[in-house]
């Protein structure tokens, strides 16, 4: 290709950049304490995503990638762990998990669902778009503990996530558990707090029938009384 015309391409790419720049102004906002996410939204609706949306652990690490189109997540979107790790792909033009990557017994949440199982139940838990992490940051990010550790006691205490999936695929409860020195309490919030995106689940199946399930997410208290993945 002749120079003059890589020149006026590059100018083209330029400049398409440049207006959309100017039209879908960047955002940034901190979810939980090491996560950011940036955004931009639109120049008439500055509360309405429009455009790349990007979220990172602690500044650097990739862990949401995408884009929105006037609100709405559209097109394939990756998700990431706290270490780079792939954990799910999204695609949200067709409502469908296209990947998602196999959990150990290492991880911070765990499943129950009030019958007992045999040997040849066939089982799936329940997910959500976003996956193991940025999925469920939402539910980290509302909560504060109703006080402050005392200097370096932050890790003496023991918290758990706890959210019911109903059948249909909805958030049913929230509550956090906190035992520590000198404290022990269950918390409940309403889950009308939430979105309705963030009331959205995958539900667990037993032999492929919808069943409701309760997630439990171990976690850590932070120095300023928010919780974080353990």
């Not at 949306?53 to 559209?74: M, S, W």
């Not at 009331?199 to 009384?225: W, Y």
Request: aromatic share 14%.
């Amino acid at each position: 290709m002749p120079f003059k015309s890589i020149l006026s391409l590059l100018l083209v790419i330029f400049c398409i950049n440049t207006c959309f720049c100017q039209n879908n102004p960047e955002k940034k906002n901190r979810l939980t304490a090491n996560v950011i996410e940036k955004y931009h939204v639109l120049a008439d609706s500055p509360n309405i995503k429009d455009g790349i949306y990007q979220a990172f652990y602690n500044r650097k690490l990739l862990i949401a990638y995408g884009n929105y189109k006037e609100g709405k997540r559209v097109g394939t979107w990756q998700f990431y762990n706290g270490r780079g790790a792939i954990l799910e792909t999204f695609d949200f033009d067709r409502d469908t998990i296209v990947y998602e990557a196999f959990e150990n017994r290492r991880s911070n949440l765990r499943y129950y669902v009030d019958q007992r199982l045999t040997d040849s139940d066939k089982t799936t838990k329940p997910l959500r778009a976003g996956g193991r992490y940025y999925g469920y940051l939402p539910y980290l990010a509302c909560f504060k503990a109703p006080f402050i550790p005392d200097y370096g006691t932050e890790s003496l205490y023991n918290v758990n996530l706890e959210l019911l999936i109903s059948p249909m695929g909805r958030l049913a409860d929230y509550k956090v558990s906190i035992e520590g020195p000198g404290f022990a309490q269950i918390i409940k919030l309403s889950t009308d707090i939430f979105s309705e995106d963030n009331k959205k689940f995958i539900p667990a199946k037993i032999n492929n029938h919808p069943v409701i399930c309760r997630i439990t997410i171990r976690c850590r208290l932070t120095a300023d009384g928010d919780i974080d993945f353990y």
